[in-house]
């Protein structure tokens, strides 16, 4: 391999989040909170280096591989240990888990395409001597969408998408970009704000995730509020499958039919290699407004932001933390807005667009703020969580790291629904963490709005009791038991993965199941594209 094909790996560290650079201690705060409330004596518990770990041999056979070099060229295959253990997975806290053992799986190849020909021929071959591929991104899955997943096939490969890059065109009549699927986060912004446009979708993955993977994983920006889901943004795309090529979206909206974008927003590369995705993009802000808000009690707060968005006074961001989640930030920061506060739940807004289109739906939201029992914070609480939205996995890893285990997951369900449901889910992480022998801390928030309905954001904090990874599961299993019992649906943009396919037929029906396979028989009749995610 050459020098600059080296050079070709995923840019998050092979065993944490992102950027080794950007990784933080705990703060006095966190460290006193963890003693004190969870009863964590903070150690920092040693891992291995990546020179320690014995990974599983490649069992690609010799022919094989040099026939996929041929097709991507030599210098963008890679079969050496340390290059393949680098694909091993995504970023949830079992994949950070996996990753401190001395023995690892991992795909027993990475190809890195350059073109969508490349792809389809790789498809091809692949799918005629039994190995299995799993589409690569910017490896920020947290629900086991990149497990290298063998099943019956022979070998199984990570396929990378980075190389694909490009903005490839730009309509600035009709506001509309296609880019290509390795285009990260922030290279689509600054790829598009070099000629005045952004995208806007801002996820806590922006810093790595990719256009692609936004797409094949029905990714929710923090801006939905303003901007929409990642699939609203959607207006057409290019799916390459082993039996052919898909060009999807010929117009804006269409009534010829399902609408088969439809089909593969969300299909976590089981049905075909999303390579280019054509978006709705918008003007550049020419201005933001900031105002955060506290609220006497979580009720009261969903109330609020329940009649600002079902007026449609049109902030950007619109989120809402509850007792729980506003205590911690107040007990480790001290302090978390202009005006005294020793409570409640904390809310935020944010405003962007013209200075007279800010000005008015900043105005029209605080009114429907202060009505509905709100008391503005000003503008720092609302500053501050910009700056560092993109930084709590950088936590997560510090407190894995010290002993305490540390946890997302999240939910969406009807406004009505929605007490029941944080309820139900919070007691079932509490009572399977209880039995594990450690007390649990349950913060939610509500991280995206909607007129009928918003999703619920949990984060779990506890203490490392034994074999730390099934006393997670014990606790995911309990809560998505909660969630599809209490009416909530089993992930609202997380993606399905492995993790989640568990509960996939209680969500879509057994008629449902029979679709999607029916589909992946249709363009993966050899079935090797990502096995064991998203259909039962």
């Not at 285990?405 to 029941?420: F, G, H, K, P, Q």
């Amino acid at each position: 391999m050459s020098n600059d094909a080296r050079t070709l790996v995923p840019p998050m560290a092979w065993n944490a989040w992102g950027d080794p650079e950007a990784a933080k201690p705990l703060s006095d705060g966190i460290r006193a909170l963890l003693e004190q409330a969870l009863g964590v004596t903070v150690s920092e518990i040693p891992a291995p280096s990546i020179d320690e770990v014995q990974v599983r041999p490649s069992s690609l056979a010799d022919v094989h591989r040099d026939a996929l070099a041929e097709f991507v060229g030599a210098d963008y295959i890679r079969t050496d240990d340390q290059g393949r253990l680098r694909y091993a997975g995504g970023k949830s806290t079992l994949d950070l888990l996996r990753r401190k053992q001395t023995h690892q799986d991992a795909p027993d190849a990475v190809l890195l395409p350059g073109s969508e020909d490349e792809i389809a021929t790789v498809l091809r071959y692949c799918s005629q001597h039994g190995i299995a591929v799993v589409p690569f991104g910017g490896g920020t899955s947290v629900v086991g969408g990149l497990d290298p997943i063998r099943g019956d096939f022979a070998a199984v490969i990570s396929l990378d998408l980075r190389r694909l890059d490009a903005l490839h065109s730009l309509d600035e009549t009709s506001m509309q970009a296609e880019l290509g699927a390795g285009v990260t986060g922030p290279d689509a912004e600054r790829l598009l704000g070099e000629r005045g446009f952004s995208l806007g979708h801002f996820p806590q993955s922006f810093r790595f995730a990719t256009i692609g993977g936004y797409a094949a994983t029905r990714s929710s920006g923090q801006d939905s509020a303003g901007y929409g889901r990642f699939n609203d943004m959607i207006r057409g795309l290019t799916v390459v499958t082993p039996v052919g090529v898909l060009d999807l979206g010929r117009a804006p909206e269409t009534a010829a039919g399902p609408d088969l974008r439809e089909l593969f927003s969300g299909s976590e590369g089981v049905f075909g290699v999303i390579t280019r995705v054509r978006l709705r993009v918008h003007p550049v802000p020419e201005t933001t407004r900031y105002e955060a808000w506290s609220f006497p009690d979580f009720a009261t707060g969903a109330a609020a932001l329940r009649a600002v968005v079902q007026i449609g006074t049109g902030p950007t961001v619109l989120r809402l933390s509850d007792e729980a989640e506003t205590g911690v930030n107040l007990a480790t920061t001290g302090n978390i807005g202009e005006q005294s506060v020793t409570g409640g739940c904390l809310g935020l807004t944010l405003f962007e667009g013209s200075a007279a289109h800010t000005e008015s739906r900043h105005a029209e939201t605080r009114a429907v703020l202060e009505a509905q029992g709100g008391t503005s914070l000003g503008e720092a609480p609302a500053r501050a969580w910009e700056h560092g939205r993109f930084d709590a996995p950088y936590l997560r890893d510090s407190l894995l790291a010290a002993g305490a285990l540390c946890e997302t997951l999240e939910t969406a369900t009807t406004w009505a629904n929605l007490t029941a449901l944080k309820t139900a889910v919070t007691e079932a992480l509490t009572a399977s963490l209880a039995e594990s022998g450690t007390p649990a801390l349950v913060m939610c928030h509500i991280s995206h709005v909607y007129p009928t309905g918003a999703s619920l954001y949990f984060t779990v904090v506890a203490g490392q009791r034994g074999d730390v990874a099934k006393q997670w599961m014990a606790a995911k299993v309990a809560a998505s038991e909660a969630i599809s019992r209490t009416g909530g649906t089993i992930t609202h943009h997380h993606a399905v993965g492995a993790d989640h396919r568990p509960w996939m037929a209680g969500e879509i029906g057994e008629l449902g199941v029979k679709v999607l396979t029916a589909v992946k028989q249709a363009l993966d009749p050899a079935g090797i594209l990502n096995p064991g995610k998203l259909i039962p």
